[in-house]
């Protein structure tokens, strides 16, 4: 379905990144997308929610290839996957990304949830009849896989705790951190069914020790380093880590 005018923000967060979201849809299921562009190969980082088509939003370059990757597999992150050719996401989640079962996404949870979009998507449109169109991974992401993009490269970083497979995308170089949902500044959801508090801790433990310099998460705005080890150590303190 074509996107109603104004369905995606857009923010240009540097000459190679570019952030997009969904404004209309519940701050709960609001997540961030991101363009990261390379010499080679660009990535984009989530998909959101599904409901208006997100492909005709990002600009292709001809001839250069775009890796759609999904930090997990909740409905937020991946209700466009499958309008792209090329997925990769974690190998932990991978046998979900086929079927997009309700127990794995939380599809269910969207079309029960009140107030779930502010502006409706197209004339008629409910939410009650939201659905995840499935989207089979092409590359399966593990601890210490790394993307590259040519004239950069992301290390996949295991970081279980809201989910059991989310993953982060770390390049070393420059301390760019993308998140997902590990980490961000705004509600940090540890109490989903396929949540895990004591692997929440361990992620923290070593988001700290991360010589992170910049933290695009999946939702809210980017933080520094300083800022997200912050939160990290005030989880930590929170749940006896």
């Given at each position: 379905m074509k996107p109603r005018p104004g369905w995606f923000s857009r923010t240009i967060v540097d000459a190679t990144?570019?952030?997009?979201?969904?404004?209309?849809?519940?701050?709960?299921?609001?997540?961030?997308?991101?363009?990261?562009?390379g010499?080679?190969?660009?990535?984009?980082?989530?998909?959101?929610?599904?409901?208006?088509?997100?492909?005709?939003?990002?600009?292709?370059?001809?001839?250069?290839?775009?890796?759609?990757?999904?930090?997990?597999?909740h409905l937020d992150h991946v209700?466009?996957?499958?309008?792209?050719?090329?997925?990769?996401?974690?190998?932990?989640?991978?046998?979900?990304?086929?079927?997009?079962p309700d127990e794995a996404t939380y599809a269910n949870m969207f079309r029960n949830f009140p107030g779930a979009v502010s502006e409706l998507p197209w004339p008629g449109w409910s939410s009650a009849d939201y659905a995840i169109v499935p989207a089979p991974l092409d590359r399966l992401l593990e601890e210490g896989d790394v993307i590259e993009l040519g004239d950069r490269s992301f290390t996949v970083l295991h970081l279980p705790g809201h989910s059991p497979g989310s993953i982060g995308l770390f390049d070393c170089h420059?301390?760019?951190?993308?998140?997902?949902?590990?980490?961000?500044?705004?509600l940090l959801v540890d109490d989903?069914?396929?949540?895990?508090?004591?692997?929440?801790?361990?992620?923290?433990?070593?988001?700290?020790?991360?010589?992170?310099?910049?933290?695009?998460?999946?939702?809210?705005?980017?933080?520094?380093?300083?800022?997200?080890?912050?939160?990290?150590?005030?989880?930590?303190?929170?749940n006896g880590g």
């Open positions: 990144t570019t952030m997009l979201s969904e404004p209309f849809v519940t701050d709960y299921c609001r997540a961030n997308m991101w363009l990261v562009r010499r080679d190969l660009d990535m984009l980082v989530d998909t959101g929610m599904g409901i208006c088509a997100l492909a005709p939003e990002i600009d292709i370059t001809p001839g250069k290839p775009l890796l759609a990757v999904a930090t997990h597999v209700g466009s996957l499958h309008e792209f050719a090329w997925r990769a996401g974690p190998r932990v989640e991978a046998e979900f990304f086929a079927t997009m420059d301390g760019t951190l993308f998140s997902g949902d590990a980490i961000h500044c705004g989903m069914p396929d949540s895990d508090r004591t692997a929440y801790c361990a992620t923290m433990r070593r988001l700290i020790d991360l010589p992170v310099s910049i933290a695009h998460g999946g939702h809210a705005d980017s933080i520094d380093g300083t800022r997200m080890r912050k939160i990290a150590m005030e989880y930590l303190r929170r």
